[in-house]
């Protein structure tokens, strides 16, 4: 066997687990909320750009629906693309005001383009929101960014 038709079987084979493990899943053409839970899902496992084949299409139908804004955004800065998920983390924000998902993945978007004090901004609005006591031990690691982000400024 030759190394051409070796690539060629390999590239045969990826392409057949990329369509059963989703790329031509069904989902991709169910309701939004089937949809944004296997857009979530491609993002929990990683796959930025799996879930992104799947958002583009319902951010073009759903331009105002908060919900694909917020995990498009969330896509977008997990594959780098930090501008676009501004944008699309903005939108959400405009639409669904002072909503906590928002607000911490703006934070954490401006901390990973390398907005120190915008990530600030954000994540301290986020705590502020989901635990104004300060009394949750789980975002314990949110608090110690935002201590850091401070002493940085």
Do not use: C, W
């Not at 991709?28 to 799996?50: F, I, K, P």
Request: proline share 3%; net charge negative; glycine share 10%.
């Amino acid at each position: 066997m030759t190394l051409a038709s070796r690539n060629i079987e390999r590239a045969t084979r990826r392409l057949e687990v990329d369509s059963e493990d989703g790329a031509d899943a069904p989902g991709l053409t169910g309701d939004v909320d089937e949809r944004l839970g296997l857009a979530d899902r491609y993002l929990t496992e990683g796959r930025g750009s799996m879930a992104l084949r799947v958002l583009d299409p319902l951010a073009d139908e759903h331009p105002e629906h908060s919900g694909v804004r917020l995990l498009r955004g969330r896509a977008l800065s997990s594959v780098g693309r930090h501008r676009e998920a501004r944008i699309d983390l903005e939108l959400s924000l405009a639409a669904s005001p002072g909503d906590a998902a928002v607000l911490e993945a703006l934070g954490r978007m401006y901390m990973y383009s390398g907005d120190q004090a915008r990530a600030l901004y954000f994540l301290s609005r986020y705590l502020d929101r989901v635990d104004p006591a300060g009394s949750k031990k789980d975002l314990g690691s949110t608090r110690e960014i935002v201590g850091r982000l401070r002493t940085s400024q």
